[in-house]
């Protein structure tokens, strides 16, 4: 059975497409899926990839591809092993300090500010749970 986790790295306070975003969260949580967020000021030491990625099966890497503005592009994949390794690194070292999205108060309003960027698995194996 595939598990599906989640991290949203998000700006404080925040834009109203990521109120909306936090908004409509219940549905996935009700599915099973697990969401952490994690604020962008503490994900300055960590080493993540420059685009949001679905990890699948700890095999394979679906990246999401956005222009300057915000425009999704056509998403890409990969099943090389350095950037495979790279987002289960990436996605475990995030659960220290992020939050449960249960947890997570719903974010204040701002009137500037930009998407959260995630970082998505789906794994038959357990990653490093986050506490």
């Known amino acids: 059975m595939l598990k599906a986790r989640r991290v949203r790295i998000v700006s404080e306070s925040v834009t109203g497409c990521i109120r909306f975003e936090h908004a409509i969260?219940?549905?996935?949580?009700?599915?099973?899926?697990?969401?952490?967020?994690?604020?962008?000021?503490?994900?300055?030491?960590?080493?993540?990839?420059?685009?949001?990625?679905?990890?699948?099966?700890?095999?394979?890497?679906?990246?999401?591809?956005?222009?300057g503005d915000g425009e999704a592009l056509e998403p890409d994949h990969t099943e090389d092993p350095q950037a495979v390794k790279l987002c289960v690194e990436a996605f475990r070292s995030v659960g220290p300090g992020s939050r449960s999205h249960r947890h997570a108060r719903e974010p204040p309003a701002r009137t500037r500010g930009h998407r959260?960027?995630?970082?998505?698995?789906?794994?038959?194996?357990?990653?490093?749970?986050?506490?």
């Open 116 to 131: 959260s960027r995630q970082a998505r698995a789906f794994t038959t194996s357990p990653l490093s749970s986050p506490p």
């Open 25 to 67: 969260t219940e549905a996935s949580l009700r599915v099973g899926e697990q969401i952490r967020r994690l604020s962008c000021h503490r994900a300055s030491p960590l080493a993540l990839p420059a685009n949001d990625f679905w990890l699948i099966g700890d095999r394979i890497v679906r990246w999401d591809i956005f222009s």
